[in-house]
């Protein structure tokens, strides 16, 4: 194959050639006589004619060489297209979450509702995310915590609503300051944990918001399979919470399928910086071993210890508060996380 850097070098030695050729026959007329001028006639045409062949060859490589660039550029983004290489409004995670229609109990939501053990080959296993949580932050600037948290490369930031009844003491903010912080950090994915006495309540407001995803307890919630289609008709996704003290049972198994993840707490809601109580452990495997695909997300008390232990239950996502607003390094320490996320899947 002849490369378009051959072609031009060739059109140039044919130029060379052509000029060279035309001298000598003029030359030749000078030094013989009118006897050859009807050879200079020859020569001159030869020239001319391979002068436009050789202007032709050059305006056709230089069109082919664009042409090809062009075919090259449309290949890439088709690929790129086909590969599904889409932003999400947090822009941070590596794929995007989509609702998927909870009314079917084997939709392949990568993270999401369905996803049962029969379909496991399937369906892929949800992505490894970490979310600092703003509740062991600083609340009197919790616009400049959660931009921070973005910059260090947060997956999602978790925003726990406490409304000062369902865990007595326990009072943080509510949707009107979820949607002041929401034009602060206008691409990041905000994940709201309600614990709330009444989370039905709170739906609307969150989705005006501009909220993400809305996780309520199972313990708080009258109808929880009402409560998902109805966070999912807003455009938001669906979580449900479980208490350290709350088993999953038959009951919790068949309310799971309706939600796009199921939060684990590894510590009693309310305060930030508890011990991370391994005994609810069983309940991730349990949950895991139910749903290969779905998102199951730990909550309190992980660090770069228990991480491991949580990873290798089953956890997809990590809901991460002093480890990284206390870290020299958050940066390294949120890769890290969804470093070990990834190696326990």
Same mark, same amino acid.
């Given at each position: ?22 001298? $000598?026959?003029? #030359? ?6 009118? #006897?050859?001028?009807? +050879? ?13 062949? &050789? ?24 690929? !790129? ?14 794929? +995007?979450? +989509?609702? !998927? ?11 999401? !509702? ?80 309600? !614990? ?21 307890? &199972? $313990? ?11 966070? #999912? ?11 350290? +003290? ?11 399928? #309706? ?76 890769? $890290? ?9």
């Amino acid at each position: 194959q002849v490369s378009f850097v051959d072609l031009f070098a060739s059109s140039r030695a044919l130029d060379v050639l052509m000029s060279a050729f035309s001298h $000598e026959g003029r #030359h030749a007329v000078s030094t013989n006589g009118a #006897h050859l001028a009807s +050879q200079e006639a020859l020569l001159s045409r030869r020239w001319r004619a391979a002068s436009r062949s &050789i202007v032709f060859s050059r305006r056709t490589s230089a069109f082919l060489l664009l042409s090809c660039s062009f075919s090259a550029l449309i290949c890439a983004i088709w690929s !790129c297209s086909s590969a599904g290489l889409t932003g999400g409004r947090s822009g941070l995670a590596s794929v +995007q979450l +989509q609702a !998927c229609d909870c009314g079917d109990a084997s939709s392949s939501y990568p993270g999401g !509702c369905g996803g049962d053990a029969s379909d496991s080959a399937a369906i892929a296993r949800p992505p490894p995310r970490v979310g600092p949580s703003l509740l062991a932050g600083d609340l009197s600037a919790i616009a400049k915590e959660a931009a921070w948290a973005v910059r260090a490369g947060a997956d999602f930031v978790h925003l726990d609503i406490f409304d000062g009844n369902w865990v007595p003491g326990a009072f943080t903010f509510g949707p009107m300051v979820v949607k002041a912080l929401r034009k602060h950090v206008p691409k990041a994915f905000l994940d709201v944990h309600l !614990c709330v006495t009444k989370p039905e309540q709170y739906v609307e407001e969150l989705a005006s918001a501009g909220v993400d995803r809305v996780t309520a307890h &199972i $313990e708080a919630l009258k109808d929880p399979a009402a409560t998902a289609a109805h966070i #999912h008709s807003l455009g938001m996704l669906a979580g449900l919470a479980l208490s350290p +003290q709350t088993p999953v049972d038959s009951k919790v198994l068949e309310l799971a399928r #309706h939600f796009d993840v199921v939060l684990v707490m590894t510590v009693p809601p309310g305060f930030g910086g508890q011990s991370f109580m391994m005994e609810v452990l069983p309940k991730v495997s349990q949950l895991r071993a139910a749903f290969p695909s779905k998102a199951l997300e730990v909550d309190g008390g992980v660090n770069s210890e228990t991480i491991v232990l949580a990873a290798a239950a089953g956890a997809s996502e990590i809901v991460a508060g002093t480890a990284v607003f206390k870290a020299n390094r958050p940066r390294r320490v949120i890769r $890290e996380m969804r470093e070990h996320l990834r190696q326990g899947m």
